[in-house]
């Protein structure tokens, strides 16, 4: 069945860095566009970053905007999110998603990035 693991998540203090990763199995990876969700207690779920099937398209929310890299191997099946110059409103926990024709398909359990001093 259709599995997606994120990994990576952390503490980390204000200014620093970290790689999320995102391991797909179960489903023909390169088919599907990609996407980091997260969600901060008390508010809802929100989209972070996109990247199209092949890799060649890319979308940001403004608050990540020059902060964060989405990026994927098709070969490892595994998607990443780069995030740079952390926020303490950057924590949240963060969630895989993989979408086909629009249509959000299967999630991650997430994993937790806290930003904090």
């Known amino acids: 069945q259709a599995q997606l693991v994120e990994s990576g998540g952390g503490l980390v203090q204000p200014g620093g860095s970290l790689k999320l990763s995102c391991a797909a199995s179960g489903f023909t990876f390169s088919n599907y566009a990609m996407s980091w969700y997260r969600q901060a207690p008390g508010k809802e779920r929100e989209l972070v970053a996109f990247i199209s099937s092949t890799g060649s398209s890319t979308y940001y929310a403004d608050s990540v905007k020059g902060r964060f890299t989405i990026s994927r191997d098709n070969v490892k099946n595994t998607v990443y999110l780069q995030m740079n110059s952390l926020k303490p409103e950057d924590t949240a926990v963060y969630y895989c998603?993989?979408?086909?024709?629009?249509?959000?398909?299967?999630w991650g359990r997430g994993t937790q990035v806290t930003v904090s001093s």
């Open positions: 998603n993989a979408q086909r024709f629009g249509v959000s398909l299967y």
